[in-house]
């Protein structure tokens, strides 16, 4: 039925379809359809397609930020990477959902435009950002988003204002609410010398080379940073660095970078963040909260 579906509409689609490709922990799992609209008219029609069958979806953006638990999904994986068009009018920068957030940092740097220098290397797209006030370097999408066009539970359009997303430390209404979907994201920059921008944006990527395990696959930082506390620290502290589950692995280079050293599962690294969090719990009373997605 599905496949009917797609094939009729010509939507572009895979069925049983790997992602590991899709995920940056590079985890060996399949949905039994991943599909990919062109724009915003195609989302809508799959959903109420897929609502009124009662057939389950999960949004993926670029999986940079999410743990895929299960082998295989009997669901529809939806992304939006083909929902990737940005204008830029004066200072004020618009992104839809599928759009990567480095090229969005690099494009408005090279339009002498300031603001997104902290997303210089975060790998995620614009619609999962936004959900979940992606950051960096003390800076984070909600110092500088202004609303953001968003599909909501009934698959109307609705513009959500800076305050209506309700935003936190790596959490907004948007995370709390899958059922909502970031379809594009307004951003008021600040002009400023292109060199100076790119200048430190180059800092940022060596200090990035220079801390964190990039060669091997990962999803950022697994934990939130405690107030007034780094999650690495208390986590090194527990002399946890390089504690191994079946090729899941705390990095000896960062110990907030949980790597997939050696075709590890889902489960494997979810293992290993339980122990993490049973040992920092133990020794210092910190409940690390996790910044990772667990799809299940």
């Given at each position: ?22 995920n940056t922990y590079h985890i060996k799992s399949k949905a039994e359809f991943l599909v990919f609209p062109k724009n915003i008219e195609e989302v809508i029609a799959i959903l ?110 609705e513009t959500f204002t800076n305050k209506d997303l309700e935003y936190e430390y790596r959490d907004s209404f948007l995370k709390k609410h899958k059922e909502y979907i970031c ?114």
């Open positions: 039925m599905i496949k009917d579906f797609f094939k009729q509409n010509n939507y572009e689609f895979i069925e049983d379809a790997p992602l590991v490709n899709h109420k397609f897929l609502k009124e069958n009662n057939i389950e979806y999960i949004f993926l953006g670029n999986g940079s930020n999410v743990i895929l638990a299960n082998n295989y999904y009997d669901k529809v994986f939806i992304k939006l990477d083909k929902l990737n068009h940005i204008n830029i009018d004066n200072n004020i920068v618009t992104a839809e959902a599928g759009v990567s957030l480095i090229k969005l940092a690099l494009d408005t740097a090279l339009k002498n435009l300031s603001g997104l220098e902290f997303a210089c290397a975060i790998p995620g797209l614009v619609g999962a950002s936004v959900a979940m006030n992606a950051g960096a370097y003390n800076a984070s999408i909600s110092d500088v988003l202004i609303s953001a066009k968003v599909l909501n539970d009934k698959l109307e359009i379809l594009e994201a307004t951003f008021k920059l600040e002009n400023k010398d292109c060199e100076e921008i790119l200048n430190l944006m180059s800092s940022r990527q060596e200090r990035r080379l220079d801390t964190q395990p990039l060669s091997y696959p990962s999803a950022g930082s697994v934990f939130r940073n405690p107030p007034n506390l780094y999650a690495g620290e208390l986590i090194e502290k527990c002399n946890l660095k390089q504690t191994n589950i079946n090729g899941a692995e705390v990095s000896e280079k960062h110990a907030n970078f949980i790597i997939n050293k050696d075709g590890a599962s889902g489960n494997d690294i979810i293992k290993l963040i339980e122990l993490v969090k049973k040992e920092v719990k133990n020794k210092y009373g910190v409940d690390l909260i996790l910044e990772q997605e667990i799809i299940k």
